[in-house]
């Protein structure tokens, strides 16, 4: 979300071939225990072949349920969980058939209720690396749980609700910096986005 604040527009990439272990559909939440995963299931049209777009969410489990438990146990006693809670939970909960159509959903709304006024648009086909305008920054494979990035593990330390049993989780979901700070999330973005991630 940082990077997002970092330009006017971004174009999210659809047509890759789907990646796996990627943060395209799932995030990490802070809990009692420490950080826990939250993927959302998928389906793959065309096995390994599948490209993003395409990708369609696995409807027969109760993923969303399960979702919605775990960030309210997570962010119950949080400062702002009250003020995000139904929107988010209202978008986690609707009948969205593709993986993209639910991430750009989240998307939009968070980069409304942190005042991002990037545009933020889908790709109409894939462009490789090398065929970028040089004015172009790609982040395709930059955010993965795969690597672990130094910098991001020296984020700026907020108020976080088990910071006191499990120290803080410099690696989580925005929404935990969105229930933590509320308003004021912007201006750490603000902050992140001027160190060199």
């Given at each position: ?21 990627t943060y395209r559909n799932r995030a990490v939440i802070a809990t009692a225990m420490g950080s ?162």
């Amino acid at each position: 979300m940082a990077k997002l604040c970092e330009y006017q527009s971004v174009i999210i990439e659809q047509y890759e071939t789907y990646p796996k272990q990627t943060y395209r559909n799932r995030a990490v939440i802070a809990t009692a225990m420490g950080s826990m995963s939250l993927s959302v299931p998928v389906v793959k049209r065309n096995g390994n072949h599948t490209i993003t777009k395409d990708i369609d969410i696995c409807n027969h489990e109760n993923w969303r349920i399960k979702h919605c438990r775990a960030i309210e146990a997570a962010y119950n006693s949080s400062p702002y969980f009250m003020y995000y809670k139904d929107d988010i939970f209202h978008i986690l909960n609707q009948d969205y058939s593709t993986l993209p159509e639910l991430n750009i959903a989240i998307l939009r709304f968070l980069a409304k209720k942190l005042h991002i006024k990037t545009e933020i648009r889908l790709s109409v086909d894939f462009v490789f690396s090398h065929d970028l305008p040089a004015d172009t920054d790609d982040y395709r494979n930059y955010f993965s749980p795969k690597t672990t990035d130094n910098s991001i593990s020296s984020l700026p330390v907020y108020d976080q609700v088990f910071a006191d049993r499990v120290g803080f989780l410099p690696n989580v979901s925005i929404l935990d910096l969105l229930f933590n700070m509320g308003p004021e999330a912007n201006q750490y973005l603000k902050v992140v986005s001027k160190l060199s991630l």
